[in-house]
């Protein structure tokens, strides 16, 4: 007999065993009636049927998990394929967007029709590496290779840096940011790099899908066990279909980019899980439609 067969024929017999037993405590103690054979009939069939069910849902049970954790291995076997395959498109990239790097330093292309060209050239090739940046990122949380490397202290440096390198993008867009950090903010639990890969891409992202001559603010809120770190946009807004989404991977939404960049639909994935393995948070909030978008980053205050 096998195993399945073993657990059904085990979990029938009990439930006869209990059936029965209750049968006879009915019959014979409870109502004195003499024993008759033909009274054990009906609970012996309800046992062997509440058997039958209880033995194939504990079937169904196991097979579920199995299958379950056979698919979560395969998946972690396919992250790590694509970013083994996605790394290897690193090297050959970066070198070629250092060689549009010197190109543009070249006195007999310093035309501006070929200025133009090796931006647009540049440009795609920034857009490329960004996006295997965050396929790498989100392989790696996959196949629970990223963990963070929390320290306690005051992020405002990090903070200040990570807003530095987005202000030539906003410029070249006309946009403006607006910063109201606090020096003195208190100490938080925090990993740098991680606080940093999220925080631009909630910048990046608010340049993307912000028209020219508009504010981008960025400012802290102290609350009493934590504390939120706020990008605010006056961009498309979003929808309610938006929001409840807009942490997905590959989800499209509604808002389009104003400047012709790309959206792989990673970003935000990756930045949620980046908040949540440092142990802190991420959402969106918006009115709607064409009235902007705030997004908060939630960290955690680190103990006195």
């Known amino acids: 007999m096998n195993g399945m067969a073993r657990r059904y024929a085990i979990t029938i017999c009990i439930c006869i065993i209990v059936v029965d037993a209750f049968a006879c405590i009915q019959y014979h103690l ?9 009274h054990y009939i009906i609970p012996t069939l309800v046992g062997a049927g509440f058997g039958f069910l209880i033995a194939r ?95 306690q202290g005051n992020p405002f440096f990090t903070i200040n840096s990570t807003i ?14 607006q910063r109201v950090i606090d020096r003195n903010m208190p100490d938080v639990e925090y990993d740098k790099q991680m606080l940093d890969r999220v925080l631009s891409n909630l910048i990046s992202n608010s340049i993307k ?18 504390l939120n770190l706020v990008v605010e ?9 938006d929001l409840e989404k807009i942490f997905g991977e590959f989800m499209t939404l509604s808002a389009r980019p104003t400047g012709g960049e790309v959206a792989t639909g990673l970003g935000l994935s990756v ?20 009235k902007g978008s705030t ?4 960290l955690p205050l680190a103990p006195h």
Do not use: C
């Open 30 to 38: 409870i109502q004195n009636h003499p024993f008759v054979l033909s």
């Open 57 to 151: 849902i504990k079937i169904l049970e196991i097979k579920y998990h199995k299958e379950k954790d056979q698919v979560i291995e395969k998946n972690k076997k396919i992250h790590m394929y694509v970013g083994t395959i996605v790394h290897d498109l690193k090297s050959p990239i970066s070198a070629v967007y250092s060689l549009i790097e010197l190109l543009q330093l070249r006195d007999d292309l310093k035309s501006e029709k070929s200025q133009k060209f090796l931006g647009l050239v540049k440009s795609s090739t920034e857009s490329m590496l960004e996006n295997i940046h965050l396929i790498l990122e989100n392989t790696k949380f996959e196949s629970g290779k990223m963990q963070a490397h929390l320290e």
């Open 164 to 177: 530095d390198k987005h202000l030539i993008l906003a410029i070249n867009k006309s946009i403006t940011i």
């Open 209 to 226: 899908y912000s028209p020219a001559q508009t504010q981008i603010k960025i400012f802290s809120e102290l609350l009493s066990d934590k």
């Open 233 to 241: 946009d006056q961009g498309q807004g979003l929808s309610e279909d």
């Open 271 to 290: 930045a949620k899980k980046l908040a949540e393995e440092m142990g802190g948070n991420i959402w969106a909030e918006s009115e709607g439609k064409g």
């Open 295 to 298: 997004f908060k980053i939630a």
